[in-house]
């Protein structure tokens, strides 16, 4: 069984400064996915950045970085430069890659971030 | 490019009324997949299809029917809503060891 933590139910941060959204998991899996999905407040769910659990270097995305420690179990989600757009909630997710897919993704609770101009 | 599209996007039902949302996707994916999302909690899945004509439950599955009507095409039926059904519904779809994409979502009240 997969299972993801988000310990932040709620921040805010200052307009231009930089964000860390925590993420732990935990699964038996050998090889995994990590996403960070945006939600804002018109409810769609967009996909952000994703990392494989065997990628070596960390996945950027623009603004966005996945900070991936495989031994501390924890995929956290960097915001360079924060702007009032990024307010949003924010989820992490994880599945299990297979030769096949079809594999569900198991999600945290999510992080409501809010930007302060 | 239109990715996964739902419909409605909206829908108000009384308790024991039927109805079934669609989702179609233009990516050429495989798997497609339908999620819940209750209030203060992530999403939780309903059903998945891994091709046309093959299904499987998820972790939410009671209440609900699905059908997978080609590549394309993957809709979900509630046969008789309870207001425990009230949620925001999103369908997606993925390729192997790829990113899911998501719908914009239907909201879903049944009073």
């Known amino acids: 069984a997969q299972k993801i933590t988000q310990t932040q139910p709620g921040m805010f941060v200052q307009e231009k400064e930089a964000v860390t959204l925590d993420c732990t998991y935990d699964?038996?899996?050998?090889?995994?996915?990590l996403f960070w999905y945006k939600q804002p407040s018109s409810g769609e769910m967009i996909f952000l950045i994703y990392?494989?659990?065997?990628?070596?270097q960390n996945a950027t995305e623009g603004r966005y970085s996945l900070n991936f420690q495989k031994a501390r179990k924890s995929a956290n989600l960097v915001i360079s430069a924060s702007q009032l757009g990024d307010s949003a909630m924010y989820f992490c997710?994880?599945?299990?890659?297979?030769?096949?897919?079809?594999?569900?993704?198991?999600f945290g609770t999510g992080t409501r971030l809010t930007i302060i101009p | 490019n239109a990715g996964v599209t739902q419909t409605p996007k909206f829908q108000v039902l009384k308790t024991g009324q039927s109805m079934t949302l669609q989702c179609a996707q233009d990516m050429n994916h495989n798997s497609m997949y339908w999620y819940r999302q209750d209030p203060g909690m992530g999403l939780r899945l309903i059903y998945y299809s891994a091709s046309e004509g093959t299904t499987d439950k998820g972790e939410v599955p009671n209440g609900y029917n699905v059908s997978r009507l080609n590549k394309r095409e993957f809709s979900l039926r509630l046969e008789s809503a309870a207001p425990s059904q009230t949620s925001v519904y999103f369908c997606a779809s993925d390729r192997p060891n790829q990113p899911q994409h998501f719908g914009d979502g239907t909201r879903l009240s049944i009073l």
């Open positions: 699964t038996s899996d050998q090889s995994y996915g």
């Open positions: 990392q494989g659990s065997y990628d070596e």
């Open positions: 997710a994880m599945k299990k890659w297979t030769n096949f897919g079809n594999e569900k993704l198991t």
